[in-house]
């Protein structure tokens, strides 16, 4: 869109300001930007009238816009609205996902949560009955520590090898 305003020097981050590129604001200038031409109508800038004729973007007297002015900056403000649009659509598609995620980790964190509360309870009700075990039978828990351990070792063993 910027290129048919002809050539310029300057990055411009909007094409919106390309509309008063040539104009010379408050500004001592009294020649067109390089590669343009004149809007008083002479070819190559060899007019001998002073450059003060204002662009068709800068209002009249009036402070009133003309027609074909106002139509292209409502057709890039449609362009910039839309493109917009489609940004935030795609936010919310992401926040939406985003929140659907902790939804699910949140549920997930829970059950595992509650999973593990369910097996403390479990190891805790079957180490109270080995330690009463333990003692009906009068040999220390040491000492089934130990045998369990054996147990263990040895199954690793058979595991392993």
């Not at 001592?28 to 590669?35: A, E, F, H, V």
């Amino acid at each position: 869109m910027a290129s048919r305003f002809g050539p310029s020097s300057l990055h411009q981050r909007d094409p919106r300001s390309a509309l008063f590129e040539g104009y010379p604001g408050g500004s001592s200038r009294t020649t067109p930007s390089p590669g343009r031409a004149p809007l008083n109508g002479s070819v190559g800038g060899s007019s001998a009238a002073p450059y003060n004729a204002f662009r068709p973007a800068t209002p009249n007297s009036r402070g009133q816009y003309s027609d074909a002015v106002l139509s292209e900056l409502e057709s890039q403000n449609d362009t910039q609205l839309e493109g917009m649009s489609a940004k935030v659509k795609m936010l919310k598609d992401i926040t939406t996902a985003i929140g659907d995620e902790i939804r699910e980790s949140s549920a997930l964190a829970e059950k595992m949560n509650d999973s593990f509360e369910s097996t403390r309870v479990r190891l805790r009700g079957t180490m109270n009955r080995m330690l009463r075990m333990a003692e009906r039978t009068g040999v220390g828990w040491k000492v089934w520590l130990a045998f369990f351990s054996a147990v263990a070792l040895l199954f690793w063993y058979v595991w392993l090898f």
